[in-house]
């Protein structure tokens, strides 16, 4: 358990932000190419002579293996010192969300906040964002916390075996189906993705708070990385929240 001397605790958000996907696609292009150039010209200098009709595709096979590769350590690099913006802030007194393009919202455990968890399959559905660079395997798992009008969502993506930690509560975290407020035909899978609203018959069955929750998700949640989320999780249990079936 955490305690008071070291707090605050800043959990990051959205750290694989628009900036850094901007750069990643830009110094990939960049990298193939000086990296082509170099294996190129050191391939002509120094191939054997039988092997020297080969250089083009030699020297693309490598380019692409030490492009992936620089691109790792640098986006690794880039989210240590490029943040969002957004971020979670936990202490004694509550959670904070912090946005630069909105107001901070604060969760007072005083308030005694009710806590709303939730998770689904990334299939089924048509993918946008983030979540199409994922495998379809992979899970989204969520949770809110709300007091009054006020409310923090935070969520993560993991591998499902991963993600059992927390699914395998199946009265806590409930388990949607996007898949129910996705058109299906012709004309939505050529379209791009978006969000639909939820349908009034799912906001007003024995799921709607949990798909209310995930539609404020899609405008207001924070992206956690999963080391995070268990943090937050962790951090709302020790404070004894609410649990809201």
Request: hydrophobic share 40%.
């Amino acid at each position: 358990m955490e305690t008071s001397d070291s707090f605050p605790i800043e959990l990051r958000a959205d750290q694989e932000h628009s900036g850094i996907r901007t750069i990643v696609v830009i110094g990939l292009f960049v990298l193939l190419f000086l990296f082509y150039l170099l294996i190129s010209a050191l391939w002509s200098a120094f191939a054997p002579g039988n092997l020297a009709d080969y250089t083009f595709v030699i020297s693309c096979g490598i380019a692409i293996g030490l492009a992936l590769v620089s691109l790792w350590a640098l986006e690794k690099y880039l989210k240590r010192i490029w943040p969002s913006g957004r971020a979670i802030i936990l202490d004694d007194a509550g959670v904070q969300a912090k946005d630069p393009e909105a107001d901070t919202v604060q969760i007072l455990w005083a308030d005694e906040p009710f806590q709303l968890s939730w998770w689904f399959y990334l299939r089924g559905y048509p993918r946008g964002g983030r979540e199409r660079r994922l495998p379809k395997h992979w899970v989204c798992v969520a949770t809110q916390l709300q007091a009054g009008e006020n409310f923090v969502i935070v969520y993560t993506y993991a591998p499902p075996k991963e993600a059992t930690v927390w699914t395998h509560y199946e009265r806590e975290f409930r388990q949607l189906n996007p898949a129910e407020i996705y058109k299906h035909g012709l004309t939505s899978r050529f379209a791009a993705p978006s969000r639909p609203e939820v349908p009034s018959k799912l906001l007003l069955g024995k799921d709607g708070k949990h798909w209310q929750a995930e539609q404020r998700r899609w405008l207001y949640g924070y992206e956690l990385e999963r080391d995070d989320f268990k943090k937050f999780m962790d951090f709302a249990a020790s404070r004894q929240t609410y649990h809201s079936k």
